[in-house]
């Protein structure tokens, strides 16, 4: 069979297919509208009551009782609608360049570099000897290594929040060899959580 003969018989064959499953989707209509559109959980709410099955072969002679029937417990379905809980707010963390002299500065270099094994743990020396940055923890480096992103090393409580970032980002921002320094706005807070 040469390769055109082939290929024109795949092709008819898969129009017939196609039409076959057209036509069984049409005589078989749209399927039933869902009944909620909230997600369905399932789990137990509560205790629930325990119902006996019935075992076979039981009393088949009549002589002896039956045995004690075993029992399962009634599964509950909860529809997890509006009692939804809020999503977590994205980890609070700052952006900092900076230059040198400062060793965060040499940390930034190495990162660009890529050698980030060194430049992070320089980073993490660096913030666990430096007086003005305690408090803060390393995070990441920024693509490239052009910038460190540092964050709380004990997040603050969700009322100081904004509070806690304004005074940290002045703080950054008036340091020396701080070239710039903002709060880091994360979009998608899954991106922003640490592996």
Known sequence: MNQNALRNWGIGVGAVLLSGAVGLAALTGDPAPPVSSAPVVAGPLAPSPVRPTATPDANLTGSAPAPQAETQPDLVFESAGAEAAPP????????????????????????????????????????????????LC??????GGAEIVLRPCVPPPAGEREQFGRDWTRRLSGMRGVTYAESNAILNPEAGRRP
Do not use: C
Request: overall charge neutral; hydrophobic content about 45%; proline content about 9%.
């Open 88 to 135: 977590p707010e994205p980890p609070l963390s700052f952006i900092v360049r900076f230059e040198p002299p400062h060793a965060l500065a040499r940390a930034e270099a190495l990162a660009a570099e890529g050698r980030d094994a060194e430049a992070r743990q320089l980073a993490e020396q660096t913030l666990r000897r430096e007086r003005a940055l305690r408090g």
């Open 138 to 143: 390393f995070d990441r480096f920024t693509l």
